[in-house]
Each structure stands twice: as structure tokens, then as C-alpha cells.
RNA sequence: GGAGAGAUGGCUGAGUGGUCGAAAGCGCACGACUCGAAAUCGUGUAUUCCCUCACGGGAAUCGAGGGUUCGAAUCCCUCUCUCUCCGCCA
């Protein structure tokens, strides 16, 4: 959610951050019935103004006056509910068009239509190089015995998989080395539900618009009220209950920045991806990721610092692993509606053969913390939105696609990367065991 | 799943139709007293929205939504949540 003062005083620069980031709502239709809302409710409340006067004075009359004042208030309490009723109906309409308003991307932000334009800022590591025929993920995983996708499919249907044995283990380590390096570096560590209300997934901004996306517990799909039974929704990652945690509450400035990492698993559709990476761990219904989220000041040149931080500490992770990345700054037309900055890690895998998406870095501003209500108390004693940010730190299985490429050998082994083996009681490889 | 109790400001807790946005206490802030502190005394202490450059004014909010009424924290209906006991369960 975006501050409705600002948007008032330069409306221009929404309809640019709208026409940037290929957001559909019509700006003039908003201002117009901003100004309608304004007009009625002034008109409203000096009705209601009007009664609350009468009916005070109502209990100290007699008689006449009395009677007279009572049939008065009578006849405005009628007009009243009418302008009620129209000033409810149009503030249904505005609140939807508001939530549908767009944060304004920072001025470093490249413009472009999808993800095709977004721009590589650095790279990091060689690429690797086979002396042999090297296998993709699914091939090793399949013939190690460590990632069952048919039987994963058999159990929860397309998009799913199962970790087994090594693969399980190697999945977990990967978590616990992530997990450990962000407690080195001042982090929190929060599991949160993977079931989050409609409010958590409104307030960071997943609804309304991505609700095809969530898998409903107990409620059908499509909807933009919450309705019964539960209105509990399984969460695509830990920053909707993260993020969400401190909701309602006025922090102190003194305890901020407030560095959270969550550790969960996620859901996702994958509505109208039908046909679009079938292939193996890269698009599948079900996650496990380490994800970062701060809260800081609601200042811009503190919460850039924090998203450097963030960022710097899911490249540390990809560099402990030694995976080929690279950073891209996210163009406009692939940023989500609330973003004003956004970087994506991707990780090079030789199946692709091209760098695919594994890390997101996300700077708010206030569009989260304004739905979520979350302030401080600033230093001239003013409350205050906070800035909010989020980053991968690690997720899988999508990581396992270029760690099980990039890590195999000759012989059809897995070398384990050497900073996960402390989590794996010491293995080296994985080998295929029935062979 | 069964039975019961409850939901009021930062907290505790009064308040069953008319200056109640809400007593009182605690907490907190400021001031007085003090060398300083404690104690004591005094003053102040919710949020959101609208109008205004500002001073200030208005509206809404006593779990949520609806209703009755000139007027609702108080009466009626629906829902949600919390707590206790029993049952079931990881």
C-alpha cells in the first residue's frame, strides 16, 4: 500500500511506476473517485456532526422542542443512511483500486517488459568445464537414487519429487549451512506456520493478485474476501509469516534493524506455468528455503544498506559452495507491484546451459509495512512505517540442480561440496549404491 | 467434538440507554520538592480518517459485522477469537 498524500500531491509519478512495471489500473479513475470519496465522506460526517449535536442537546428538552428535535433528527438519520450507503459502496471500489497501486521503483531500477530485460550488474566464478559427458540433474539424481520424481508424481502428482536417502541428507545440509553462517551474522532464526491468514498474505502483498497461486486450506480458489471455513493459506515462502510477525506493533527504534531468517517450506501452484520447465527440480510445487527478512528505519539509504547486507550474505553462501552466479538488477516489467528494488541471484546449470533464478532480494519501503501496520518510534518521538526486505538465502530443490551438475564426476559420483560435509557427518561423495 | 466463561485504552479493571473516548489504579512523560535519588504532590498520557499553512475543528473506533433508537460500551442478531474443564490426537 502506497501513502495516499503522496499519491495525491504527484499522481504523474504513479502512472509512471504503473506504466514501468506493466501494472493494469486506471490512475484517473483512482483520482476520481478519490475526490468522490472525499466529497461524500465530508458530506457525511457533517451530517453526522449535525445529529450528534442534536441528540445531545436531545435529553435537557421538553415537550414541543423535544418532540420537533426528535422527528428532525429522524428525517437526517434517513438521508444519513443513504449517503452512508453510497460512500460504502464506493469505498469498496477505492480500497480495491488502492491495494492495486504501485510502490515507485528506485531510480537505479532498469526499465523493461519481463525478465529477458533484466541486467547483470556482476558475475562470479568459472563456469564449469567436463573432460566427459556430463548428466543433468534429473539423470543423476535418478541414478544415484537420491531424487524419485516418478514416484514423487505417483504420491502428489505433477511437480512434485522425493528426496531420498543422500539426497535428503545433502538437502538439509544445505539448510544448515545456511542457516549457521546467518546466525553467525546476527540473525534470528524464526519457523514459522506454513499456513498463513488472509491478512498475512494480503498485508505483504501476495494478495489480492496472487491468489491462484496459493494453495486454499478448507476454501475454494478465487476469492478476494476472506471467507469460511479457515481462510488459511499454504505459503509460497517464509516471508509472508516473517514479514508478518511483527504486524500491528510499534517497535522501538533502538531494536532495530530487526534481522529475521525464516526457515520453511512453500507452495505454489504454478497456475498457467502448464508446459513451461516440466523437467526436474527447477519448477516444482513444493519448496524448503532459508529465506532473510529485515525490518529497519523507514529510511531509503538504510534499507539499501540492508539489501547490500542481504545480498552479500546469499553470495557469501553461493561462494562458500563455489556455484558459478551472477547478479541481475530486475527490470520494471518483472518487479511485483509493492518492490522498489530488486536483484535476482541466478546460478549457472549446465542443463540449462544459462544462469536460471535461485536467490530473490527484495527492498519495500513502506508498501508491506503500511498493509501490515508495522511502525516505530522515531527519534522525534513520531511513529513511523518500517522498511522491509526479504531475500533468498538458500532454497531447494532448485539449488540441487546446478550443486548435483556442477559436482559430478567421471564415475557418476557427487562430490559434496566441502562446507556441507561438516553437516553430513563427514561424507565426500555420493555414490550410487546399488550399482 | 461436548460444556462453560470471557473479549473495554500500554496494563489491571469499573461501567447495563443520554456531556462515556470512557472512572479508578498501575505504568509512562514532564514539572515541583531534593545535593541527587526514593517517596510525595501537580500536569499530561490511544489510534485512524477528513478539513486547515497553522491555531484549531469534525468523524470513527469499548473483539468484528449487522439491527433497534433522536441517542448504544450498554438492548437484539450473526460471526470471530481467547481461556477453563472433558474427549480425541502428534
Keep these: 500500500m502506497i501513502d495516499l498524500a503522496d499519491f495525491r500531491k504527484r499522481p504523474d509519478a504513479y502512472r509512471d511506476a504503473a506504466k514501468k512495471k506493466?501494472?493494469?489500473?486506471?490512475?484517473?479513475a483512482f483520482l476520481k473517485l478519490d475526490e468522490e470519496r472525499r466529497?461524500?465522506?465530508?458530506?457525511?460526517?457533517?451530517?453526522?456532526?449535525?445529529?450528534?449535536?442534536?441528540?445531545?442537546?436531545?435529553?435537557?428538552?421538553?415537550g414541543d422542542d423535544k418532540a420537533k428535535a426528535v422527528a428532525a433528527m429522524k428525517e437526517l438519520g434517513a438521508e444519513l443512511k443513504a449517503g452512508e450507503e453510497r460512500l460504502k459502496e464506493i469505498e469498496v471500489l477505492w480500497n480495491d483500486l488502492q491495494l492495486r497501486l504501485p510502490g515507485i521503483p528506485l531510480p537505479q531500477v532498469p526499465e523493461g517488459k519481463d525478465d529477458t530485460e533484466n541486467k547483470e550488474i556482476r558475475k562470479w566464478g568459472d563456469l564449469p568445464k567436463f573432460a566427459f559427458e556430463p548428466k543433468d540433474?534429473?539423470?543423476?539424481?535418478?541414478?544415484?537414487?537420491?531424487v524419485d520424481i516418478p514416484r514423487g508424481v505417483k504420491v502428489a502428482g505433477s511437480r512434485s519429487y522425493i528426496l531420498k536417502g543422500d539426497g535428503a541428507r545433502l538437502e538439509l545440509a544445505i539448510h544448515l549451512f545456511a542457516l549457521d553462517l546467518l546466525h553467525k551474522r546476527g540473525f534470528t532464526q524464526l519457523n514459522p506456520p506454513v499456513l498463513a491468514s488472509?491478512?498475512?498474505?494480503?498485508?505483504?502483498?501476495?494478495?489480492?493478485?496472487?491468489e491462484e497461486q496459493a494453495y486454499a486450506v478448507g476454501v475454494q480458489q478465487k476469492r478476494t474476501e476472506p471467507i469460511t471455513p479457515d481462510d488459511l493459506y499454504l505459503i509460497g515462502t517464509a516471508e509472508v509469516p516473517v514479514t508478518s510477525?511483527?504486524?500491528?506493533?510499534?517497535?522501538?527504534?533502538?531494536?532495530?534493524?530487526?534481522?529475521?531468517?525464516g526457515f520453511s517450506s512453500g507452495f505454489r501452484r504454478e497456475a498457467g506455468t502448464y508446459g513451461k520447465d516440466t523437467k526436474g527440480l527447477y519448477r516444482v510445487h513444493q519448496?524448503?528455503?532459508?529465506?532473510?527478512?529485515?525490518?529497519?528505519?523507514?529510511?531509503?539509504?538504510?534499507?539499501a544498506k540492508m539489501h547490500a547486507e542481504i545480498l552479500a550474505n546469499a553470495e557469501a553462501v553461493m561462494q562458500a559452495l563455489k556455484l558459478p552466479y551472477r547478479v541481475v538488477d530486475v527490470c520494471t516489467g518483472d518487479m511485483g507491484l509493492g518492490q522498489v528494488y530488486k536483484n535476482d541471484i541466478e546460478t549457472w546449470m549446465p542443463s540449462r546451459n544459462g544462469y536460471g533464478e535461485t536467490h530473490s532480494c527484495s527492498t519495500f519501503h513502506d508498501f508491506q509495512s503500511r498493509r501490515l501496520n508495522i511502525k516505530y518510534e522515531a527519534a522525534?518521538?513520531?511513529?513511523?512505517?518500517?522498511?522491509?526486505?526479504?531475500?533468498?538465502?538458500?532454497?531447494?530443490?532448485?539449488v540441487l540442480i546446478p550443486i548435483l551438475e556442477i559436482y559430478q564426476n567421471a564415475d557418476g559420483s557427487v562430490t559434496v561440496p566441502e562446507v556441507l560435509r561438516p553437516y553430513m557427518g563427514g561424507q565426500e561423495k555420493i555414490v550410487c549404491k546399488t550399482a
Excluded at 198 to 210: I, K, L, R
Design 22 to 28: 506493466r501494472v493494469k489500473i486506471d490512475i484517473d
Design 39 to 62: 466529497v461524500l465522506l465530508h458530506a457525511v460526517e457533517t451530517k453526522r456532526a449535525e445529529k450528534n449535536k442534536v441528540s445531545a442537546e436531545v435529553p435537557k428538552m421538553k
Design 137 to 146: 540433474h534429473v539423470t543423476l539424481g535418478a541414478d544415484l537414487d537420491i
Design 198 to 210: 488472509y491478512d498475512a498474505m494480503m498485508g505483504t502483498s501476495y494478495f489480492p493478485g496472487g
Design 245 to 261: 510477525y511483527h504486524s500491528g506493533e510499534v517497535l522501538k527504534l533502538s531494536e532495530l534493524p530487526k534481522r529475521y531468517v
Design 287 to 303: 519448496i524448503q528455503k532459508v529465506e532473510q527478512v529485515i525490518l529497519c528505519e523507514g529510511d531509503a539509504a538504510v534499507s
Design 380 to 398: 522525534d518521538g513520531t511513529k513511523k512505517f518500517v522498511h522491509t526486505l526479504n531475500n533468498t538465502c538458500i532454497a531447494t530443490p532448485r
